[in-house]
């Protein structure tokens, strides 16, 4: 059974609360969520192998630690998931990004896939799927699932917050995933929204509705 990370710190803690409120404008819940993305990719990226270098300092010759040959790729679903990018980039500047366009038809709830574009050697690298939002689970199941028909090996998802019912349903059908998380709501209402939640995180950064 993969694992589920609640990424609990304080400061996400303090920063997902801004985000969640009504008041919070477009500009502020963008900037919210970059600076939390970086302090989850800190925990995501927290097993990543090292390896000796050797190097000069302005003193002696030594050996030091680099990241050994785990190349990492990040996958936004679009939209919301672009929000979370510029964090993990900032961390990993040499990540590949690769996209996966899904939207949730509003009566079904089933996600619809209109674009879609990875790197090439992704059977290589540590794919991390990036999404706020983990309601149904029915949008991360269906970016997995591309990935993985793309040779994809190797895969996390991360989400600012879920419904126990979207981190049960991703479980059930990719049980090799982890799943990290900043919180885990407590249900769905019958709309498919998350409660408490904030709401449609694509409107709330883009400032669409
Ligand atoms: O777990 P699920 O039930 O599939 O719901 C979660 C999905 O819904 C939202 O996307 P949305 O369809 O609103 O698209 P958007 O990002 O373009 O706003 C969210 O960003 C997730 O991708
Ligand atoms: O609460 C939710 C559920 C799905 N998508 C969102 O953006 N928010
Ligand atoms: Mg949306």
Redesign the pocket.
């Known amino acids: 059974m993969s694992k589920v990370i609640v990424t609990d710190h304080p400061l996400i803690q303090h920063k997902l609360t801004l985000m969640r409120k009504t008041t919070t404008g477009s500009k502020d819940f963008r900037q919210l969520l970059t600076e939390i993305s970086m302090l989850m990719g800190y925990e995501v990226t927290r097993n990543l192998p090292l390896e000796d270098t050797e190097i000069e300092t302005p003193i002696v010759k030594t050996k030091s630690k680099v990241i050994s040959g785990k190349k990492l790729g990040i996958v936004p ?4 998931g672009l929000g979370m990018v510029e964090g993990f980039v900032t961390l990993v500047p040499s990540a590949r990004v690769g996209h996966v366009g ?3 038809d509003p009566e079904t ?1 089933k ?1 619809v896939e209109y674009y879609c574009k990875l790197p090439q050697d992704i059977e290589e690298r540590e794919m991390i799927v990036v ?10 199941i269906a970016a997995i699932d591309v990935l993985k028909e793309r040779g994809a090996k190797n895969i996390k998802l991360v989400n600012l917050v879920a419904a126990p019912e ?1 981190i049960a349903e991703v479980q059930k059908y990719h049980n090799d995933v982890d799943i990290y998380v900043a919180s885990i709501d407590e249900k769905l209402n019958d709309h ?1 929204y998350i409660v408490p939640g904030l709401g ?4 709330r950064i883009f400032g669409t509705k």
């Not at 999404?131 to 991360?140: K, N, Y």
């Open positions: 679903i679009l939209r919301a899904l939207y949730r709830l996600p999404d706020p939002m983990l309601a149904t689970g029915g949008s991360a979207g498919g449609d995180a694509g409107d």
